[in-house]
């Protein structure tokens, strides 16, 4: 995918501060400590033959230098450690398994999105007769004081708004019926006070009920987006063959197939070229990217540091059998950890995706003219001319000709 790529960036606009400092020295010096105290308390012996308690100039200078190297190792693994978390260099019956975890929660998101659609349109087309049948009588004589059934359906709504539940159209409807009873029956005495705020209540149900279908429509459709590349919105187009066997490694897909389905733009082709330009330019993209995908990369090497951390310490102190507090305390951490790190950096790619989507629609124009190649004049002239562009520079295509704009 855009592993090689993305890691480019470290390298392109990197600090060493964030370069290496913190992606790759603090995850490095934090496992080095959590083994210390794990291995101080299993084994006294080695923990002195290696000097890990001590605070001698030589032992520092020594644990400063192996911390360092061990951290560049760290940052070189860094393509390793994204395709694994990508899923990509998983066994193969690993990758099958998660592949259809992947494809059961692309289908499970996309029966939210059409139940919240469909929803959504239900509400639009009962609205208008709701607001009909729960018009108060005129000049407000009539009406009589509802009912307990009828109270005790209202009521069951209010709990639901107040709790944030979701709501059904049946509900809607029979409590509207049940108070449109009320609403029409006739009587010269002014409409009581208990009828009036049975409807103000309901109207409140309603008008919640409106607000939540359009937040939750939304919701799941942004949420599609950001999470699975490929035509997510249409349900019979087979989206398989994009998949990644992981959630992370799916949010990463979804900034070409961003590119690809809007512009019609091969970003494994042009990643580079807006590299160039984001660095020319007088804004703070660059640096924004930089600082996200630092978070990134951090987050990528804590859970797996996490990872080889529990996977060598809970067979050592499994055989050791010394210590089982400390067995069932690394056996129950590390998979929380792991999955706490992960989820974390699925959040923070989540904005870093966000942030490379938001750099093609700025600055694709800005490309063009490092090329000297003219605009295009609309959206479909802009697909064609990035396809174009695409097999001449990627695949070295020669009946895609061009003409070029000089600067006078």
């Known amino acids: 995918m855009l592993t090689t790529l993305l890691s480019a960036i470290q390298g392109a606009f990197s600090s060493f501060t964030r ?16 083994n210390a105290a794990l291995l101080s308390a299993v084994n006294r012996t080695w923990y002195s033959t290696l000097k890990l308690g001590a605070f001698s100039d030589v032992s520092s200078f020594l644990w400063l230098v192996g911390a360092a190297a061990a951290a560049l190792v760290l940052g070189a693994l860094q393509p390793f450690l994204y395709r694994l978390t ?3 260099n998983m066994p193969s019956f690993l990758r099958w398994y998660w592949h259809g975890v992947q494809r059961f929660r692309l289908d499970c998101m996309r029966d939210q999105a059409e139940a919240a659609t469909k929803f959504n349109d239900d509400l639009g087309s009962n609205l208008q007769h709701w607001m009909d049948d729960l018009d108060l009588p005129a000049n407000n004589v009539g009406g009589s004081v509802p009912d307990e059934a009828a109270r005790k359906l209202v009521d069951k709504l209010k709990t639901r708004r107040r709790y944030d539940r979701n709501l059904t159209i049946e509900e809607i409807t029979g409590a509207v019926n049940a108070l449109h009873v009320h609403l029409t029956a006739g009587g010269a005495a002014p409409t009581p006070d208990a009828l009036r705020a049975a409807r103000r209540d309901l109207l409140r149900v309603i008008n919640f009920a409106r607000d939540r279908a359009i937040y939750e429509r939304t919701r799941i459709h942004n949420q599609l987006q950001a999470s699975f590349p490929g035509e997510v919105f249409d349900p019979d187009a087979s989206s398989d063959n994009v998949l990644a066997p992981t959630g992370f490694g799916n949010i990463g897909r979804t900034v070409r197939s961003y590119a690809l389905r809007r512009y019609g733009m091969d970003l494994d082709i042009f990643w580079t070229r807006f590299q160039k330009v984001m660095m020319d330019s007088t804004g703070k993209m660059s640096d924004n990217l930089t600082g ?3 978070q990134v990369d951090f987050l990528v090497n804590m859970l797996w540091l996490a990872v080889l951390t529990g996977t060598v310490w809970t067979p050592v102190l499994w055989i050791e059998a010394g210590h089982p507090l ?15 790190f992960y989820d974390a950096a699925c959040r923070a ?14 600055f694709r124009f800005d490309v063009l003219t490092g090329l000297h190649i003219a605009a295009p004049i609309g959206t479909k002239d802009e697909e064609a001319l990035w396809e174009r562009l695409g097999n001449r520079i990627g695949y070295a295509r020669k009946d895609a000709t061009f003409l070029y704009v000089r600067k006078p």
Do not use: C, H, N
Request: no cysteine.
């Open 19 to 34: 370069g290496f400092l913190i992606v790759a020295l603090v995850p490095m010096v934090l496992f080095i400590a959590a």
């Open 292 to 294: 996200q995908k630092s």
């Open 349 to 362: 790619y989540l904005v870093f995706a966000d942030q490379m989507r938001t750099a093609v629609d700025t």
């Open 86 to 88: 990508e899923g990509q």
């Open 326 to 340: 400390l067995f069932a305390a690394v056996a129950l951490a590390t998979p929380v950890l792991a999955w706490l």
